[in-house]
């Protein structure tokens, strides 16, 4: 992954009014445990108008789905609900030939309430002019324990003690 295209994807994001939310492992290394990933995992609000501005924002930087999915399929949520069913989908990955190193996953379900997660969700400047949405640590730590992966598991020990530490100095 690389920093500027991740740069350049939340910018368009946020220039866009894009509601999201970061999850997965660039959340992780945000909220202070550093490790590898090699791409963005998004919650988008799956509300069709942020859903077809946000594909269109990502389109405009060089993203596009890897599989054949329109905007307006994606919007749709009898199809989303029909992909999770008949191919067992939990993410969109888009791709691009402008930023090659970084792929971006997007839900094809909110898993949690997005209103209530985006207002507690934190708000960390990555950069000046830069502030984006991470998910709540607990949530996140929710999140990688329904997956229930080697690397979730490491994820969720981690994110345990940030969550402490962070409790103690209440």
Known sequence: MKISSLR????????????????????????????MTQDLDLVIQLMPDNIINALTTLENIGYRPGIPVTKQDFANPDIRNQWIETKHMEVLALISDQHPETTLDIFVTEPFNFNTEYQKSDIVQLDQNLDVHIVSIQ???DMKKSVGRDRDKDDIKHLTWILESNNDKK
């Open 139 to 141: 949530t996140l730590i």
């Open 8 to 35: 350049t994807i939340l910018h368009a994001l946020n220039n866009n009014n894009i509601r999201y939310l970061i999850v997965g492992g660039v959340a992780v290394n945000i909220h202070g445990y550093q490790r």
